[in-house]
């Protein structure tokens, strides 16, 4: 039976005490398995890419050449080691796994870390170009496309600042219109903004009052900073800009593996797979990923470019993916993802005991193009997380934070589209502790009357009282919505934090035995 009552600090100390428990579960090491083929060691502190690569006395250091090796190859990254490297020219990741490939670590110390950024500290590296405004010394090409700004490492962050287009459809929105994008709600990590206005916006010199504001101009290639306590590189003690990049890209590669690795500041994803089978990450750590621009997606609709960025990602079919134990912090759009615009299966996953912060969804799920074809969601089982401050941090620098229909977007889980084949997929034992505006989002969850669909049960929830909890199907408890002109149609609406909600929900079948604490 669900439960709805004051949250206590004794409640509060337990909770902060699973939270501990979980995240360091996630600092620990999970085992190596056994290699299936040839061993390779890398390091940052000691490689030699002269050397054979092939003992732990022998490592190479340029990561690129793990893209050169063979299929079912385990590659060991030596403990302790810091890499900035960048992609090969040309290239948007910094490694291409193959088949049956295992990544992990070897040695004693912190995990390895992988940065996909561009180390800016050093007062040297920016130069005052207008009152407060900061220039990079070095231009970036558009590939790699500024995404975010991390400083301290994670104390405080950057706010993208983005230019308009024109809003002549003749145009197709591909005129600039010279202004930045107006925001709302937005953290830096020092300050809130609740409003930031647009302003005129043809170079970086522009940049207006806003701290910690960016602007890359692609074109000439330089990125702008706005910095109120002066110059970048003497106010904060490390820099890094995110690339537009991933960290990994699998391609239509099976029997992957990823094992305590520290994975920070890639402006697109940490780990991107497409039509994968069998990915196992665990025991690694994945700090402020995404924000990077999509391009040419979104300029028919809105008039600015969407940005994207996902810390692990599956696009298209998957059979078999386990993400557990891991600790995701700062993460532009979802932690864990798959998704497709076509009508495939997605089956076979585990998302279990990870600690999931700041991220805009911490799990996003959906496939196919809304047609009636069938479209199977197959043994998922989503146990056992830890959520926090779902939609926070990084997440608040996004623009397109409401639905059209003015519903808040962000959650722990969200499940959009439908109608789906739901066999045994189980959202169950989560602890979502707090978000920005809403809690989840999900077109086709189990009720008493559908059963085809997502259990969700035996979750805790700690929300404000009163705010909008969850978007759910608006015929409770039936949720089967309607297919019209070839295309599955379901109407939702926004759903209280409050008792009155929690009853209504429980007595249609979602969350009957969950617990609900307000602030």
Not at 63 to 70: E, M, N, Q, W
Not at 175 to 201: C, W
Not at 310 to 325: D, K, L, P, R, Y
Not at 418 to 433: C, H, M, P, Q, S
Request: hydrophobic content about 35%; aromatic content about 12%.
């Amino acid at each position: 039976m669900s439960t709805f009552a004051k949250l206590t600090e004794n409640v509060r100390k337990e909770l902060d005490a699973t939270r501990k428990k979980i995240t360091a579960a996630t600092e620990a090491f999970a085992p190596l398995p056994e290699p299936k083929g040839a061993v390779y060691y890398f390091s940052s502190l000691r490689g030699n890419d002269e050397a054979d690569g092939q003992t732990p006395d022998t490592p190479w250091k340029s990561l690129v050449k793990a893209s050169d090796l063979p299929e079912g190859s385990t590659i060991l990254i030596e403990c302790g080691s810091v890499y900035h490297e960048a992609p090969r020219p040309g290239d948007t990741s910094l490694i291409y796994p193959k088949n049956g490939m295992t990544f992990a670590a070897y040695g004693k110390g912190a995990k390895p870390v992988l940065y996909g950024s561009i180390d800016a500290k050093g007062a040297e590296n920016w130069t005052q170009v207008a009152p407060n405004v900061y220039r990079f010394a070095t231009p970036i090409e558009r590939r790699y496309e500024i995404a975010s700004i991390v400083f301290d490492e994670g104390k405080a962050w950057g706010i993208k600042i983005q230019m308009t287009y024109s809003k002549d459809e003749k145009d197709l929105y591909t005129i600039p219109a010279y202004r930045s994008l107006a925001l709302e709600n937005v953290e830096n990590g020092l300050t809130t903004y609740e409003k930031l206005q647009s302003f005129p916006l043809r170079t970086g010199e522009e940049l207006q009052t806003y701290d910690l504001g960016f602007y890359h101009n692609v074109e000439t290639g330089y990125l702008y900073l706005y910095s109120e306590g002066g110059n970048p590189g003497e106010r904060f003690s490390s820099i890094e800009l995110s690339r537009g990049q991933k960290i990994f890209l699998c391609g239509n590669v099976l029997d992957l593996t990823f094992l305590n690795l520290d994975m920070r500041c890639a402006g697109e994803f940490g780990i991107r797979t497409s039509n994968t089978r069998n990915l196992v990450v665990k025991n690694c750590r994945f700090f402020f990923i995404g924000g990077a621009v999509q391009p040419g997606f979104g300029k028919t609709w809105r008039n600015y470019d969407t940005r994207l960025g996902n810390a692990i990602e599956n696009w298209g079919t998957c059979n078999g993916m386990t993400v557990e134990n891991c600790w995701f912090d700062q993460i532009y759009d979802a932690a864990i993802t798959t998704q497709a615009n076509d009508n495939v299966p997605q089956t076979r996953q585990i998302y279990k005991n990870n600690f999931i912060c700041r991220a805009y969804y911490g799990v996003e799920l959906w496939t196919g193009d809304g047609s009636e074809v069938d479209r199977p969601f197959i043994d998922f089982d989503i146990s056992g997380n830890y959520f926090h401050d779902c939609g926070l941090g990084l997440a608040t620098t996004r623009p397109d934070k409401h639905e059209r229909d003015g519903l808040p977007i962000d959650g722990f889980i969200k499940s959009s589209r439908g109608l789906y084949r739901a066999e045994n997929v189980k959202v169950t034992d989560n602890i979502i502790d707090g978000a920005a505006e809403k809690m989840f989002y999900c077109t086709q969850p189990v009720t008493a009357e559908n059963k085809n669909g997502f259990l969700f049960d035996r979750n805790t929830y700690i929300h404000k009282q009163g705010a909008v909890f969850a978007g759910l199907p608006t015929d409770l408890p039936a949720a089967l919505g309607q297919y019209a002109d070839g295309k599955y149609r379901l109407e939702t609406k926004a759903y209280a934090y409050d008792e009155q909600t929690i009853a209504a929900l429980a007595a249609a079948g979602i969350e009957p035995n969950g617990t609900f604490w307000y602030e």
